[in-house]
C-alpha cells in the first residue's frame, strides 16, 4: 500500500529520460518511445482498531506499518468488521505513456475506473474495475 507507484514512478522516470534523449534527435528516429507495465498487488492487513461510530478504522500491515482512515458510507457492511480481523487487499495498476510529436494541443491525463461492492449483510468487499 506504502509502496504503490514506487516500481511504476522509476518505469516513469527511466521513460522519460530515454524520451528526452529521443527528442534532440526526433529527426533521426522513427518511432518515438511509449512504455506499457502493469502489475497486480495482493496485500494483507489486520484491523487494530475500529470505531464503528465515527467509521475510522486502523489498520496494520506485516512490517508493524500502521494506516488509520476514514471509511465512507460506500462501505456498507462495515458493521461485519472486527478488530483481530485480517483484511486481504488486492489491487492491479497499469500505466501507459506513449510520446507524440507536438502538436500545440494541451497535454492530457485519462483515467478509467469503476467500483462494486458487496451486497447488504455479504461479507464486506469491494472492487475497483477498470475497463
Known amino acids: 500500500m506504502r509502496y504503490t507507484m514506487n516500481a511504476f514512478a522509476r518505469s516513469l522516470v527511466a521513460f522519460a529520460l530515454a524520451a528526452a534523449?529521443?527528442?534532440?534527435?526526433?529527426a533521426e528516429s522513427k518511432k518515438l518511445p511509449s512504455l506499457e507495465?502493469?502489475?497486480?498487488?495482493?496485500?494483507s492487513v489486520?484491523?487494530?482498531?475500529?470505531?464503528q461510530d465515527t467509521r475510522v478504522i486502523?489498520?496494520?500491515?506485516?512490517?508493524?506499518?500502521?494506516?488509520?482512515?476514514k471509511v465512507g458510507d460506500m462501505v456498507r457492511n462495515l458493521p461485519q468488521v472486527e478488530v483481530g480481523d485480517i483484511l486481504t487487499i488486492t489491487y492491479s495498476e497499469?500505466?501507459?505513456?506513449?510520446v507524440v510529436k507536438p502538436t500545440g494541443a494541451e497535454p492530457s491525463l485519462t483515467?478509467?475506473?469503476?467500483?462494486?461492492?458487496a451486497e447488504p449483510g455479504r461479507s464486506p468487499r469491494a472492487e475497483w474495475l477498470t475497463p
Open 21 to 26: 534523449g529521443c527528442a534532440s534527435s526526433s
Open 37 to 43: 507495465d502493469s502489475r497486480t498487488i495482493t496485500d
Open 46 to 51: 489486520t484491523v487494530v482498531a475500529l470505531n
Open 58 to 69: 486502523t489498520v496494520q500491515d506485516k512490517d508493524g506499518h500502521k494506516l488509520k482512515f
Open 94 to 98: 497499469s500505466i501507459a505513456v506513449q
Open 111 to 117: 483515467v478509467d475506473a469503476a467500483a462494486a461492492r
